[in-house]
């Protein structure tokens, strides 16, 4: 309470308590009853004994009430908190926004420092270090992370570059496949495939690398498992132009070259045993492949003179250029053949068949024959199948050939007819004008062994090259009667069994 006011109250409380001692007061105070009607006012004795009454009626409810025990004070409700982070750091709160809005008068110290102000941070007293104020509004990011960083950055290059590596990686494996399946971009050629039967699909696939029709065997293998193209492929000799009947070029995709090699094709006729008799010289073998359909004599010819048939130990040494440079390595046996075959895998399959007929026991005797090449004595063997009149006696006309070889002064010449039949083509009945050819096969005037094999010997006649039988024999002639030969060690015995069988005729 104002102390100010405490002397008026307590002259009004005297004033009051002098009036009610005296009833006479409110008698001998006159009242100008005119001028209260006059004016249209209350009278003022009615106002003077309702004011007192109330005065009384307080002290009697203030005496009551003191005898009275307190009753609970409610809590002061609290003014309600903004909870706008921004206006509450601006203008505070409680008592100071209370006031703005009842109009009451500001403290003196509003607004109050904004709870974000520097220099009100350092102001307050630092009570403990270690307590950090919790900042408000959006936190801050860590240091090195974010999308504008530099290490997020070089993240991001490094995956970046791994997604193009994988990419273009897949994109380039697509367009390796696409192109060999469908064979974009590839070159035409002419090129011949044999499949052979039980040859699986990892044979065909290699066969097919091999003549450059497709790059990736392990590709071409997926795409026949996926298509069951190892059902449809057969055995057989497939020949692929690079041109076809107009002129125009052809590639072969997979579905192309699965057709081809399928019965649907123009599949080559397979031409089973077919045997190549033994002594046939190579224009026999030639012709007689021509009239089965397996290739043409020009073909066979060409091919080998100048074909690229691989590394053969046996022929080292051998001429090549001749179309007959090959006589005496066509093994003579019983092959498989197909119709229109490739003359390269014709020739090979007998010089393979030559090289597996070639026994460890020859290999083992060709150490024991000195002063021959392996050329000469291929010679030897071929003259030796045409001489032998059986496998018996191929032992004892070796004999007689090598010693007419080791005693030239008085055998120069080897004097045997079945070279003269060869420089000839094949004549079967010789004549004395025959004997006297001017031909380097001719070994009636030419000293030694003649230029080549004159045939292409059994194993047989091979082996009877290698070992001959040790005789004294120079000369032989043939037995019509035994169909056998006769041997004689003296040009006088020899020409005595001449004579007899001009006698018996």
């Known amino acids: 309470m104002d102390e100010s006011n405490r002397p008026q109250e307590q002259s009004r409380d005297l ?23 006059s004016a249209g006012l209350t009278h003022p004795a009615d106002l003077e004994v309702e004011r007192i009454m109330q005065e009384i009626l307080d002290e009697v409810a203030a005496e009551e009430a003191a005898k009275r025990p307190p009753a609970p004070v409610a809590p002061t409700p609290e003014p309600e908190t903004f909870k706008d982070d921004e206006f509450r750091d601006t203008f505070g709160e409680g008592e100071g926004l209370t006031r703005i809005f009842n109009d009451d008068p500001l403290p003196p110290d509003f607004p109050p420092t904004p709870v974000n102000d520097p220099a009100s941070e350092q102001e307050e007293p630092e009570e403990n270090e270690e307590e950090q104020p919790v900042e408000k509004g959006r936190p801050k990011k860590k240091e090195g992370s974010g999308l504008y960083s530099l290490p997020h950055l070089f993240a991001t290059f490094i995956w970046l570059a791994i997604i193009v590596a994988i990419g273009v990686s897949v994109g380039r494996l697509g367009w390796l496949c696409a192109s060999d399946v469908l064979a974009l971009g590839r070159t035409p050629i002419s090129a011949s495939v044999t499949i052979e039967p039980g040859d699986d699909m990892d044979t065909i696939a290699e066969k097919l690398q091999d003549a450059g029709l497709i790059q990736y065997p392990g590709i071409f293998k997926f795409y026949a498992d996926i298509t069951s193209a190892e059902e449809k492929i057969k055995p057989g000799t497939y020949n692929f132009h690079d041109v076809n009947e107009d002129n125009e070029t052809i590639v072969y995709d ?86 229109n075959d490739d003359p390269q895998r014709v020739l090979k399959k007998m010089l393979n068949g030559f090289d597996a007929a070639f026994t460890d026991v020859m290999r083992a005797n060709l150490d024991k024959v000195k002063g021959y090449t392996f050329h000469e ?11 032998s009149a059986s496998n018996a006696e191929s032992y004892t006309v070796s004999s007689v050939i090598f010693n007419r070889l080791k005693d030239p002064a008085n055998y120069p010449y080897l004097n045997i007819d079945a070279t003269i039949v060869y420089a000839l083509g094949g004549k079967a009945e010789l004549t004395e004008e025959d004997l006297k050819l001017d031909h380097p096969y001719n070994t009636y005037t030419n000293k030694g062994l003649p230029p080549g094999p004159i045939s292409n010997p059994s194993q047989n006649s091979i082996a009877a090259a290698l070992t001959p039988e040790e005789t004294k024999y120079y000369y032989y002639a043939l037995d019509p009667d035994t169909k056998l030969h006769h041997f004689s060690k003296t040009y006088t015995e020899h020409q005595a069994f001449l004579d007899s069988l001009k006698e018996d005729k």
């Open 15 to 37: 004033w009051l308590e002098e009036l009610l001692r005296s009833h006479e007061s409110a008698e001998s105070i006159g009242v100008d009853e005119q001028a209260v009607t």
């Open 254 to 339: 997979y579905m192309a070259l699965v057709a081809v090699m399928s019965p649907s094709s123009n599949r080559l006729v397979v031409v089973e045993d077919l045997r190549i008799p033994e002594g046939y010289t190579c224009a026999q073998i030639f012709q007689l492949l021509e009239d089965k359909k397996v290739c043409t004599v020009a073909e066979l010819e060409a091919y080998a003179a100048s074909g690229e048939l691989g590394e053969y130990w046996f022929l080292e040494g051998v001429p090549r250029g001749d179309k007959y440079c090959l006589e005496g390595y066509l093994f003579p046996d019983t092959y498989d053949f197909y119709e």
């Open 377 to 387: 004595l291929m010679i030897i063997a071929s003259m030796i199948e045409k001489e």
